[in-house]
């Protein structure tokens, strides 16, 4: 199975910031790498396709790249409403597989 | 608009069964791809597997062999979800979401807990 290591864990942020959040796949995983964003006692809601393909009703605050092995997910101005968890998944093979995700809380 | 509606929130016995649902509208049910993801307290998610609705044909996560059963009904618009054996280890939220190789639309997920 690919394993998908998201880095940070945590990180404590101030709106207006940009800030930059990584997901690494334990092999190649060409493009196929998507973001996700959950806020507390909500479903998951796709931001990225492709590692960096843009999602209709998707700030364009958020962004990302890479691919093979490294991918970022980049939120470029944030704001208080996108103090969440952020989840990459890739789609390259099954088991499809998550990160365990990287939480976003207010410095 | 794509909507997932998934039923209610189950407090189940160990050892018992459970089936839970997630009825689609606002796209043709039998082209794309259900999948199913859990989400223990606190834990972050796992891929279940996946029914296409369009033939009955099934992947499952040898995870998740033998505790999952996924099924569709085309005439109701509407992916199952059977686990089986439950144990306080399937206590979760489980979603479904539409897809195939990323996840466009999600359920609302449904708590199960399992406890005596």
């Known amino acids: 199975d690919v394993v998908l290591t998201q880095s940070p864990a945590t990180l404590s942020v101030t709106p207006g910031e940009r800030i930059s959040l990584s997901c690494r796949a334990s092999e190649s995983v060409d493009t196929y790498l998507h973001w996700y964003q959950q806020r507390p006692n909500e479903s998951p809601r796709l931001l990225i396709k492709y590692a960096s393909q843009s999602i209709p009703g998707i700030p364009s605050r958020f962004s990302g790249s890479g691919s093979g092995t490294d991918f970022t997910l980049s939120i470029n101005g944030l704001e208080l409403e996108d103090l969440s968890i952020y989840y990459c998944?890739?789609?390259?093979?099954?088991?499809?597989?998550f990160g365990a995700g990287t939480k976003l809380e207010l410095k | 608009q794509v909507q997932l509606q998934q039923s209610g929130t189950e407090l189940v016995k160990p050892a018992s069964s459970v089936k839970i649902s997630c009825k689609a509208s606002g796209y043709t049910f039998t082209s794309y791809y259900m999948h199913w993801m859990r989400q223990q307290p606190g834990n972050g998610l796992e891929w279940i597997g996946w029914?296409?609705?369009?033939?009955?044909?099934?992947k499952y996560n040898h995870k998740f062999d033998g505790k999952a059963t996924l099924t569709a009904d085309k005439s109701s618009s509407t992916a199952y979800m059977q686990l089986s054996s439950l144990t306080s280890e399937d206590s979760a939220v489980y979603f479904c979401?539409?897809?195939?190789?990323?996840?466009?639309?999600w359920g609302q997920g449904v708590m199960v807990t399992v406890s005596s």
């Open positions: 998944q890739q789609g390259n093979s099954l088991p499809r597989t």
């Open positions: 979401a539409r897809g195939g190789n990323y996840f466009d639309y």
């Open positions: 029914v296409y609705p369009g033939n009955g044909n099934t």
